[in-house]
């Protein structure tokens, strides 16, 4: 009888998740990286985290 317990399940489908949004977020700042180049790219994230606080 080899039966997955459903919390098993679910941690597995979450971790998944999270890795296919890493990886999507990691796809998006790669393509922002070289449409715009490094200095503007660096540019926007510092007047992110400087509009964050």
């Not at 949004?21 to 790669?30: K, M």
Request: hydrophobic fraction near 60%.
């Amino acid at each position: 009888m080899a039966t997955t317990r459903p919390q098993g399940r679910v941690a597995s489908v979450i971790v998944w998740a999270a890795a296919g949004l890493g990886a999507v977020a990691l796809l998006g700042a790669l393509s922002l990286w070289f449409h715009y180049g490094t200095t503007v790219f660096f540019e926007m994230i510092a007047a992110g985290i400087s509009a964050c606080f």
